[in-house]
């Protein structure tokens, strides 16, 4: 496995791993709020969002990004 030549661009600008990051957000919301008993949700709200988001990195990731070059 080789990193892109502009793995730091990628890390900081790539809106791929913002909504990377959100969807695991949302996927730790989803087990600790119940736990603190702060869920004011239904219980599969943050379950579809986070699942919304993923599938959003994953178009993100396929799109070209200004900002951000291609690494190749």
């Known amino acids: ?13 790539a809106w791929s791993i913002r909504l990377i990051l959100l969807a695991g957000l ?9 736990m603190v008993d702060l869920n004011y949700l239904p219980p599969d709200v943050l ?12 178009v993100a990731r396929v799109l070209a990004q200004p900002g951000v ?3 190749e």
């Open 1 to 13: 496995m080789t990193l892109v030549a502009n793995w730091r661009a990628v890390l900081t600008q």
């Open 26 to 34: 949302l996927s730790g919301a989803e087990v600790v709020l119940p």
């Open 47 to 58: 379950a579809a969002l986070a699942g919304l988001v993923s599938a959003a990195a994953l």
């Open 69 to 71: 070059e291609d690494g």
